[in-house]
């Protein structure tokens, strides 16, 4: 197998594994009953609670999550790190 086609492998491995990531962590917020705001087919979502004025930018693929407006700036990586973020500021 060539480097060519082992990077092809892989990339197509990664984009699989970053879909299946997507659709379950979306189906988990969604279980939780955690409202969100779908964009880009929902790679990106967002989760605000207005009452705490709480706004998360989350990218399931990656499980990438920031919360906006705090310095220095406040980012984890996992689905279920962001659930428990969330439920202990409700």
């Known amino acids: 197998m060539s480097d060519n086609e082992l990077f092809k492998a892989l990339y ?3 984009k699989l594994k970053r879909e ?7 189906k988990m917020l969604e279980t939780a009953g955690i409202p ?4 880009n087919n929902g790679a990106h979502l967002i989760i605000q609670y ?3 004025k709480l ?3 989350f ?6 999550w920031r919360v906006r407006h ?11 790190k962001l659930m ?7």
């Open 12 to 14: 197509e491995q990664n």
């Open 20 to 26: 299946g990531n997507r659709v379950g962590s979306t």
């Open 36 to 39: 969100f705001q779908a964009l």
């Open 50 to 52: 207005a009452e705490h």
């Open 55 to 57: 706004i998360i930018d």
């Open 59 to 64: 990218w399931p693929g990656t499980g990438l």
């Open 70 to 80: 705090t310095r220095p700036e406040f980012k984890q990586r996992g689905v279920r």
């Open 84 to 90: 428990n973020y969330i439920q202990n500021r409700t």
